[in-house]
Nanobody, 115 residues
Framework: QVQLVESGGGLVQAGGSLTLSCAAS????????MGWYRQAPGKQRELVAT???????NYADSVKGRFTISRVNTKIIMYLQMNTLKAEDTAVYYC?????????WGQGTQVTVSS
């Protein structure tokens, strides 16, 4: 079992920056890949970025060059640095962790970008 808690969301003006954090607890030593997903009102949840336990990253085309995903394995904390935010980045952002082929999710944190 893994528990994930996100923090760092909020309201920011377009062009601004936010950093999201995800803290994992429980069976953290067996966690594999982690990632950030987001869901805007009326839309399906979509991938934002993922990172493997070895540090390999993958980004959605819409955030490449603006967002940076990272993780601290010793503490099992994951970050999402978001720069040059746009109104279309407004969504609930969810932390994801994979353990033994099972996906765990956080409760989500709201990011609102005003234009």
């Amino acid at each position: 079992q893994v528990q994930l808690v996100e923090s760092g969301g909020g309201l920011v003006q377009a062009g601004g920056s936010l950093t999201l954090s995800c803290a994992a607890s429980g069976s953290v030593f067996s966690i594999g890949a982690m990632g950030w997903y987001r869901q805007a009102p009326g839309k399906q949840r979509e991938l934002v970025a993922t990172i493997t336990s070895g540090g390999r990253t993958n980004y959605a085309d819409s955030v490449k060059g603006r967002f940076t995903i990272s993780r601290v394995n010793t503490k099992i904390i994951m970050y999402l640095q978001m720069n040059t935010l746009k109104a279309e980045d407004t969504a609930v952002y969810y932390c994801n962790a994979r353990l033994n082929s099972h996906d765990y999710w956080g409760q989500g944190t709201q990011v609102t970008v005003s234009s």
